[in-house]
């Protein structure tokens, strides 16, 4: 065993010593053990729960002849940090989970690893680990939450209106006291929040990846399943140790493929892309985004929830979970179903039980919502190395547009300016210096978006930045235009009434500026000076790369 460095031999004695001293005995230490990377905290909804999946994996580890040792990860809530200087740490985070977990995985020499993470830059943070330590390796998120009901009416909310309700009491559409209300009851207890945002969309395609378990991404917080899916994961992960089975049989080309693929039918959170490129980087895969846009355009978009749409992660539960959207798109051959998964079974055997038990929520092959997937890269002299829409939650009036540029060099800056009403009907906002480097941290522009939804706008407006969208995010928003702005991408040259055409279903952007006029306004570019001049963020901002190859550090 890879632990018997740590603990085995005379020379170990010293570090026996220390088991001891915890309490460790001589049984346990004859055993594997299994690292328990746990994120939970006191700050997150999705992670405030995270303790009780712990300690039912760790049955399940001890079920299966091995010992579980739990150590931490860290985990920021992008709904609280969301639109003030706390949103240019979250994605920052996620290469300090892979790195701290690297530390603890190799300082202790653990036999195999599971990752409970729930929210959303820690299941990449875990994946990006989970690659590089190449260890037998299963993910168990925390689950979604419920969604939130409005008292004495049917309506459901999520965390999505709330942000959208700020836009509505400032356009004088709402009173303070309806907003009180539903912050009330937005959110009712644990889990990731409710709708298909960046959180559930990688705990589902955890599931396609083969790392977790099916049930992983839409089984509730507050089921009992997840408890027993939980002690599952525990054995699991030590059936993939006696077999010798690692990480990287599930990190292969065809799996990303099908994530990909699983990601254009449920209409994931425009933030996959950037993850997937990250973890395919990390295993040595490369991923065209052109190829992208191939498998959007013979992958039709089955699934509309919050806030594409008006059902929630309980109801695709209900309807048979992912592996019933799976079974759908493999009618379609669209899928590389002789993949290996984490349960022991192929892909093809997971989906052989799965049922579509609503096709109101999961639409069938033959009457999707749209023949294409959820997500399309668009590229043009405006955005070279391609920016990214979540097309699902796009209205149709704005899938073709032209209109003036609207430009600001930060978000506080836009959203004051969607607040005072200063946004008209037909505008390309343009929100820059806000990318990985220039940000530093590449925010998620949601209380923009929010804001924008909440006026009445986001059918009317066209928002383009270098920076991120929450998956809560709908609209005509497209995010990580690359080059960014710091680095003198095309988006920096942008001047406040120039015309931008976006195209969604030709993939094309463009800036209606001449290629002379463009080449002059680079020569006079001056790069702004650097927004972080010390801590983290300082040293991230030199060492992130572009959001096209996933905003990796070099």
């Keep these: ?39 939970k905290n006191e700050i997150t909804p999705g992670h405030i729960h995270l303790d009780t999946i712990s300690e039912a994996v760790k049955t399940g580890v001890r079920m299966a002849g091995g010992t579980p040792v739990e150590f931490p990860a860290i985990g920021v809530c992008d709904g609280i ?27 202790h020499q653990f036999d195999a690893l599971v990752m409970i993470p729930n929210c959303d830059k820690i299941v990449p943070g875990m994946l990006l680990a989970a690659g590089r330590l190449n260890l037998p390796t299963v993910f168990i998120s925390g689950g979604p939450m419920m969604p939130g009901k409005v008292p004495a009416s049917d309506r459901r909310i999520s965390l999505t209106d709330m942000f959208e309700a700020v836009g509505a009491v400032s356009a004088g559409r709402m009173s303070t006291d309806e907003l009180r209300v539903m912050e009330q009851n937005a959110c009712p207890g644990c889990g990731s929040c409710s709708g298909m945002f960046t959180a559930n969309s990688m705990n589902c395609v955890c599931e396609v990846l083969g790392l977790a378990l099916p049930g992983n991404g839409t089984i509730p917080a507050v089921s009992g399943r997840r408890i027993a899916l939980a002690k599952h994961a525990g054995m699991a992960v030590m059936d993939l140790l ?72 309980s109801d695709l539960d209900e309807a048979g979970g992912v592996h019933a959207v799976l079974a759908e798109i493999a009618r379609l051959n669209l899928l590389h179903a002789d993949v290996p998964t984490a349960n022991g079974k192929t892909l093809a055997e997971n989906i052989a039980e799965a049922r579509n038990r609503d096709p109101n929520t999961v639409r069938t092959a033959d009457n999707p919502y749209s023949k294409t997937g959820g997500i399309a890269i668009l590229f043009g002299n405006l955005a070279p190395n391609g920016t990214v829409v979540k097309r699902s939650a796009c209205a149709p009036e704005l899938m073709k547009h032209t209109g003036p540029a609207r430009v600001f060099d930060s978000e506080e800056a836009c959203f004051e300016a969607v607040q005072s009403g200063n946004i008209r009907a037909g505008d390309v906002i343009v929100i820059r210096y806000e990318g990985p480097s220039g940000g530093p941290g590449m925010r998620e522009m949601l209380a923009v978006t929010a804001a924008l939804a909440g006026r009445g706008q986001d059918k009317e407006v066209v928002l383009i930045t270098d920076g991120r969208f929450s998956g809560a995010t709908r609209g005509a928003s497209f995010g990580h235009c690359s080059p960014e702005a710091a680095a003198g991408g095309p988006i920096a040259l942008v001047r406040e009434g120039d015309r931008i055409s976006i195209d969604i279903n030709a993939y094309a952007i463009n800036l209606d500026v001449s290629e002379r006029e463009l080449a002059a306004r680079k020569q006079a570019w001056v790069c702004p000076p650097p927004k972080a001049t010390g801590g983290y963020l300082a040293r991230y901002a030199k060492l992130v790369s ?9």
């Design 242 to 313: 006696r077999k010798g089975i690692t990480a990287r049989a599930m990190f292969t080309q065809k799996s990303f493929e099908n994530a990909l693929t699983a990601d254009m039918a449920l209409g994931c959170s425009s933030n996959t892309v950037l993850h997937l490129l990250a973890v395919a980087h990390e295993v040595g895969i490369a991923i065209d985004l052109h190829k992208i846009n191939d498998i959007s355009e013979h992958t039709p978009n089955l699934c509309r929830l919050a806030p594409a749409g008006h059902a929630f992660m």
């Design 546 to 554: 572009s959001a096209d190859t996933g905003a990796v550090l070099q």
């Design 81 to 107: 940090a969301m639109g003030h200087v706390g949103m240019k740490y979250s994605l920052a985070t996620r290469e300090l989970i892979a790195d701290s977990t690297e530390c603890m995985a190799q300082a």
């Design 1 to 39: 065993m890879r632990s018997d460095n740590a603990k085995k031999g005379v020379e170990r004695a010293p570090h026996r010593s220390l088991f001891y001293a915890m309490g460790y005995t001589d049984e346990e230490l004859c055993r594997p053990l299994v690292g328990i990377c746990c994120a």
